[in-house]
């Protein structure tokens, strides 16, 4: 299975219900982003174009990449041409975006990424290349402009999940490689771009509690939900009928962090963004 479970591993539809509230939580990388109406962007990781559609209407051209066939198709029915002109999409494992011939060109002005490349960069064999890619297809001082999981990302519910695991025997060596997430630090992070050849205009993390969607009254739907799409590639260690069983264990683990008086569910997310530049 692709490490880039995001894009690979559930429809519009399951994203919709227990992730719609990604592209709303925006508004400090998309001022980061400024787009104006000269500008040509690559989105890396553009999920259902919710957000793209917003901003091809702020520049240029924008050219929208995930590796989700479903996501992208629904991104395109919700967002057709004739109704956004400026916006391109197709289906790319960005993992591999230096095989995308039109996009390493040195063209582009921009390069953006919202919540996507903790799941791009997570395999160390794909990721130097995969940023060396965007490097390439930045004119002379464009800009690469980015938001992801950054150190300590949904801490507690990692643990829990690996707890759930761990009480069905499987190795903790075993569980620390199938981890689908990259959330490096602020420090890790500036070396890799440095490394790539960008000078780092600003780097920051920022902790984010976020609110994740409600749960029915038998436990069901929300984190649980979460768990299952999100994490579906820790809980293949275990088999499939037994997969339900590790989601609900996780849960009822993390209620006793995440759920709050009132009810509702709160996970510690960790924002890493970042503006480099071409030299």
């Avoid at 919700?78 to 230096?98: A, G, I, K, M």
């Avoid at 990259?182 to 890799?192: A, E, G, K, Y």
């Avoid at 962090?257 to 530049?277: I, K, T």
Wanted: with cysteine.
């Amino acid at each position: 299975m692709s490490t880039e479970i995001k894009n690979t591993s559930y429809t519009h539809q399951t994203y919709q219900a227990h992730a719609s509230f990604v592209p709303l939580l925006t508004s400090k990388i998309t001022s980061l982003l400024s787009p104006t109406p000269t500008d040509r962007i690559v989105d890396l990781g553009a999920g259902d174009l919710i957000l793209t559609s917003k901003l091809s209407l702020h520049c240029q051209h924008i050219l929208a990449l995930d590796a989700s066939t479903d996501l992208i198709t629904s991104g395109q029915s919700l967002f057709p041409r004739t109704e956004y002109p400026n916006l391109d999409s197709r289906v790319v494992d960005c993992r591999y975006l230096e095989k995308e011939d039109d996009v390493t060109t040195g063209n582009w002005d921009k390069v953006f990424s919202n919540a996507a490349l903790h799941w791009i960069l997570r395999d160390p064999s794909t990721r130097t290349n995969t940023l060396k890619a965007t490097y390439d297809a930045l004119k002379p001082g464009g800009k690469f402009i980015a938001e992801t999981g950054g150190f300590g990302n949904i801490s507690e519910v990692h643990t829990a999940v690996t707890s759930a695991l761990r009480n069905r025997g499987i190795p903790l060596s075993t569980i620390r490689e199938a981890n689908p997430w990259f959330f490096p630090s602020v420090q890790h992070m500036r070396t890799l771009l440095e490394g790539t050849g960008f000078e780092v205009e600003m780097i920051e993390s920022e902790h984010r509690p976020t609110e994740l969607s409600v749960e029915d009254g038998e436990g069901e739907g929300g984190v649980k939900a979460w768990i299952e799409m999100f994490g579906q590639r820790f809980l293949e260690l275990v088999p499939e009928e037994e997969r339900g069983k590790v989601a609900g264990e996780a849960r009822d683990l993390l209620e006793g962090v995440a759920r709050r008086e009132d009810g509702r569910w709160v996970v510690g997310y960790v924002r890493l963004r970042w503006v480099a530049v071409k030299k």
